[in-house]
């Protein structure tokens, strides 16, 4: 039931900005962070991370725009760790789009774009964070970012209280 996450707090959140905000919720909730870098990605890079998948899922043109937008600048690349993390994360950073984001969520204080505004001006949806989408992907995301040596194992002094 212990998971290992990954979550990237993209261009958008860098310049705003918001690291230390983001950073603070997941520690807040108890979870554990166990690999954190900064990084600039190239396209290349980019189209690994976001693969065919999001083709299938958003269409060519998003996984397009997507990829411009997490090269505008450098990202926060980390690992957290915690009970169910994966979904957890999910919910403490809220849905995809902003406008639908409840409030209390990394997406619904700091952002309120809507699928509709962003597709009329042709932009990708700029939504601050990025959280793996389930098992498969955390595992297949944590690999492409990060060396198992850059991975730690510890112990933080609240973990009896929240686990
Ligand atoms: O990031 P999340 O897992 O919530 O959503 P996704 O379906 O995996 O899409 C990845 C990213 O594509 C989103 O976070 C948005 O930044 C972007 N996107 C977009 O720009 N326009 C859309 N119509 C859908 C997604
Ligand atoms: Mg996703």
Excluded at 31 to 38: E, P, Q, S
Aim: proline content about 2%; overall charge positive.
């Amino acid at each position: 039931m212990i998971e290992k996450t990954f979550i990237a707090i993209k261009p958008d959140g860098v310049q705003r900005a918001l690291i230390g905000e983001v950073i603070k919720r997941f520690e807040n909730a108890g979870l554990k962070l166990i690999g954190i870098k900064m990084q600039w990605l190239d396209k290349d890079f980019a189209l690994k991370h976001y693969t065919e998948d999001i083709s299938k899922r958003r269409g060519e043109k998003v996984r397009e725009m997507l990829v411009n937008y997490i090269v505008e600048g450098p990202v926060i690349a980390m690992v957290w760790e915690g009970i169910h993390a994966i979904e957890i994360v999910r919910k403490i950073i809220g849905d995809t789009e902003p406008k639908g984001a409840a409030p209390g969520t990394i997406r619904g204080d700091f952002c309120h774009v809507s699928y509709d505004y962003a597709d009329k001006k042709g932009k990708a949806i700029r939504n601050i964070i990025h959280a793996s989408g389930n098992k498969q992907d955390a595992e297949y995301e944590i690999k492409l970012w990060f060396k198992d040596k850059e991975l730690h194992s510890y112990e933080v002094s609240h973990e009896k209280y929240v686990k």
